[in-house]
């Protein structure tokens, strides 16, 4: 500071933003552009998978220990590995399994069920969130699971991915 003068490199940065020479994401690319936002997996309810040990790879990064969502992509080749919105690994499937007995029993309870007493009260009730405007509870149950285990012969990490009537398995091969 000069005489009461502020000098422009002290000045607040918000008051340069509009006419600095540089944009403010240097890359270009904003958070909604980024891949877990393009590629986004079909819904909310991904089973979490508990991770007790780092597990490094080939270039020398590796997983923290934590909480991470594992979502299966819509063409059921990959596994994404998520931890708050952020894709930190693509594990690829190999092998899944539908139970096809079992969603065909699905289908038709489906086609044969009578509405009961408590789903008769359940649609007035849902009818009364809707003149609130209020969100309707949710009624459906999906069975979500997801593992990890080390196998020690192979030297790699068995992930299983359950969810409904859906089963994937991938692996990821560690440097030993």
Known sequence: MIDGIITPAIRDIDYLAPCAPYPAIPSGVTIHE?????F???????????IV???P????NFIKPGYYELALSDDREFLYLIESKDLIAVIPVFKLAENEIEVEKSRKKEEKHRPTRQEKFQKIIDIK?????????KKDYTHLEASIEYIKEGGYYLIRYEKGFIRAWGAIKVKQ
């Open 34 to 38: 980024n891949s877990i936002y393009r």
């Open 40 to 50: 986004s997996i079909p819904t909310d309810e991904q089973p979490t998978l508990t």
């Open 53 to 55: 040990d780092y597990i």
């Open 57 to 60: 790879d080939y270039n020398g």
């Open 129 to 137: 969130y809707a003149k609130t405007g209020a969100t309707v509870p």
